[in-house]
């Protein structure tokens, strides 16, 4: 099972930026997907999450200005970036809990990080 994130790079603060992820592999039901940021010297954080029926959480911190989606017939997850603030400025890793058989139990997977500049 991988987890391919892109979509990082460079943007100015108050525009827009999108981030995916796919996951591919042997895969039987995926469950939760997730965003998460580690910003330099600092913990890893969650920024948004999506239940597999589409509900959805958020920090506070990004709350009104990101957008999590998913697609399940893609398997990929998405985190639009509106607004986006200089302190936004961290590596974004997605994850999703997902089994791999039916026999198997769910755990969760992580993708590799995508690097998020936002200039002020």
């Known amino acids: 099972v991988q987890l391919q994130a892109s979509g990082g790079g460079l943007v100015q603060a108050g525009g827009s930026l999108r981030l995916s992820c796919a996951v591919s592999?042997?895969?039987?039901?995926?469950?939760?997907m997730a965003w998460y940021r580690q910003a330099p010297g600092k913990q890893r954080e969650l920024v948004a999450r999506?239940?597999?029926?589409?509900?959805?959480n958020y920090s506070d911190s990004v709350k009104g200005r990101f957008t999590i989606s998913r697609d399940n017939a893609k398997n990929t997850v998405y985190l639009q970036m509106g607004s986006p603030k200089p302190e936004d400025t961290a590596v974004y890793y997605c994850?999703?809990?997902?089994?791999?058989?039916?026999?198997?139990?769910?755990?969760?997977?992580w993708g590799q990080g995508t690097l998020v500049t936002v200039s002020s």
């Open positions: 994850t999703a809990d997902l089994r791999t058989a039916w026999s198997h139990p769910e755990r969760a997977y």
């Open positions: 592999g042997r895969i039987f039901s995926v469950g939760v």
């Open positions: 999506i239940h597999s029926g589409g509900y959805t």
